[in-house]
Every structure is written in structure tokens, then in C-alpha cells.
């Protein structure tokens, strides 16, 4: 069964970084669009990323973008989030989500599979 698991949350100042990742398994991760969807406390789920199946085409909601960067390594089935200069609205659960296909529009596929998320917080 898919299965992933995000690490590498925690509590930073604003203006720090952090490195989200998410360990994929159970389907054929390198054939299936990712992305980084976040929820804020009181808010909905929003998305923050996505990445096509082979890497070469991503995605950003126009809060993160210049300033957060996702990547993947199809050797070793691992998404990755470089979240720099952050800020406090940054605050979130951050999911790691699988399409299970690819595409060369990832901001537009139906995300099916998810992780149990992991936990941004940033004090000002």
C-alpha cells in the first residue's frame, strides 16, 4: 500500500529555514507527480508545491514561491521541501501528497494519497 512519511518539521525564528522530506513507498513514485499541500490552524488545506514525475517541471502558490524549493529523488523515492526565509504565516502542518500518475501540469492533478503531515511552527 502507499505509504509516505514527512520528517524534518519543527520550531524555528522568522528568516529561518528548514528541510521537509518524505520517504514514498508501495508505487512507482518515479512515475507519479508529488507535491507539499499545508494547513494552518482555523484554515483549510492550501497548496505550497508540486513537482512532475521526472523533476523537471514544479509548481508554487505565489506565498512560497522565490522562497521555497521542492525536489525529489526518484533513486531513493524522496520529496523534498527547502523552506528559506520563513515567516510566521508559514505556521502550518505541512503533507507531503502522491498523484499516482504523471503529468506535465502538477499543479492541476487530483492528489489521492497522504501523509500524516508534520508540524511547521514559526515565532516571530
Do not use: H
Not at 12 to 19: C, H, K
Not at 43 to 69: H, L, P, Q
Not at 74 to 99: F, R, V
Amino acid at each position: 500500500q502507499v505509504q509516505l512519511v514527512e520528517s524534518g518539521g519543527g520550531l524555528v525564528q522568522a528568516g529561518a529555514s528548514l528541510r521537509l522530506s518524505c520517504a514514498a513507498s508501495g508505487y512507482r513514485f518515479s512515475e507519479s507527480d508529488m507535491a507539499w499541500f499545508r494547513q494552518a490552524p482555523g484554515k483549510e488545506r492550501e497548496f505550497a508545491a508540486a513537482i512532475n514525475w521526472s523533476g523537471d517541471v514544479t509548481s508554487y502558490a505565489a506565498s512560497v514561491r522565490g522562497r521555497f524549493t521542492v525536489s525529489r529523488d526518484n533513486a531513493k523515492n524522496t520529496l523534498s521541501l527547502q523552506m528559506n526565509g520563513l515567516k510566521p504565516e508559514d505556521t502550518a502542518i505541512y503533507y507531503c501528497a502522491a498523484a499516482l500518475f504523471g503529468s506535465n501540469r502538477p499543479e492541476n492533478v487530483y492528489y489521492e494519497s497522504w501523509g500524516q503531515g508534520t508540524q511547521v511552527t514559526v515565532s516571530s
